[in-house]
Nanobody
Framework: QVQLVESGGGLVQAGGSLRLSCEAS????????MGWFRQTPGSEREFVAA????????NYADSVKGRFTISRDNAKSAVYLQMNNLKPEDTAAYYC????????????????WGQGTQLTVSS
């Protein structure tokens, strides 16, 4: 089992920045690729970004490319999502997830999920 706990969500104005964190415990964190997904009520979960076990091969959804940056610190068992130039359409609950199967944007390949953290971007 891998336990994931997200933090860092909140209310921010459009154009602002925020960094989400996800701390992992349990099995060896460096064995897992990590992803961020988001979801709004009534909508399907959407891929945001992912990063491989070693911290290379970052993947991004087109909607966040150039604005969001995913990174990880295996020594701290943590993954981060730096979000810049936020837009109201980024408003969602954000979830981090862990996978041993590197299909970054496919949520069904992720084995473990956090409880989520809410981001609200006001216009």
């Amino acid at each position: 089992q891998v336990q994931l706990v997200e933090s860092g969500g909140g209310l921010v104005q459009a154009g602002g920045s925020l960094r989400l964190s996800c701390e992992a415990s349990g099995r060896t964190f460096s064995n897992y690729g990590m992803g961020w997904f988001r979801q709004t009520p009534g909508s399907e979960r959407e891929f945001v970004a992912a990063i491989s076990w070693r911290g290379d091969r970052p993947n991004y959804a087109d909607s966040v490319k150039g604005r969001f940056t995913i990174s990880r610190d295996n020594a701290k068992s943590a993954v981060y999502l730096q979000m810049n130039n936020l837009k109201p359409e980024d408003t969602a609950a954000y979830y981090c997830a862990a996978t041993r199967s590197w299909v970054p944007s496919l949520d069904s390949r992720y084995e473990f999920w956090g409880q989520g953290t809410q981001l609200t971007v006001s216009s």
